[in-house]
């Protein structure tokens, strides 16, 4: 199993990011996925979910209204688009499949 992120980097606030994570070793049309972030100091927390067929998502509250998860199940990609970026959305990006862990992307949000 092979989780692959990208897409992270420096914004300012209000702007726009949208991180990719390229699947591979796994039957991913079948796979529930999802987007961790950690930032310094801080526990891992869930930022969104998507499941196999892409009919359920789930948020966190503290990101609703300003992401969404998406997924290509022919490409094996997720991804999550980020808006309205804040300060507080400063933090490595993971993606995740079970126990499977990407590498994770960091991204920072500063003026």
């Known amino acids: 199993v092979q989780l692959v992120e990208s897409g992270g980097g420096l914004v300012q606030p209000g702007e726009s990011l949208r991180l990719s994570c390229a699947a591979s070793g796994f039957t991913f049309s079948s796979a529930v996925m999802s987007w961790y972030r950690q930032a310094p100091g801080k526990e891992r927390e869930l930022v969104a979910l998507i499941s196999s067929a892409g009919i359920t998502r789930n948020y966190a509250d503290s990101v609703k209204g300003r992401f969404t998860i998406s997924r290509d199940n022919v490409k094996k990609m997720v991804y999550l688009q980020m808006n309205s970026l804040k300060p507080e959305d400063t933090a490595v990006y993971y993606c995740?499949?079970?126990?499977?862990w990407g590498q994770g992307t960091q991204v920072t949000v500063s003026s």
């Open positions: 995740n499949c079970g126990n499977y």
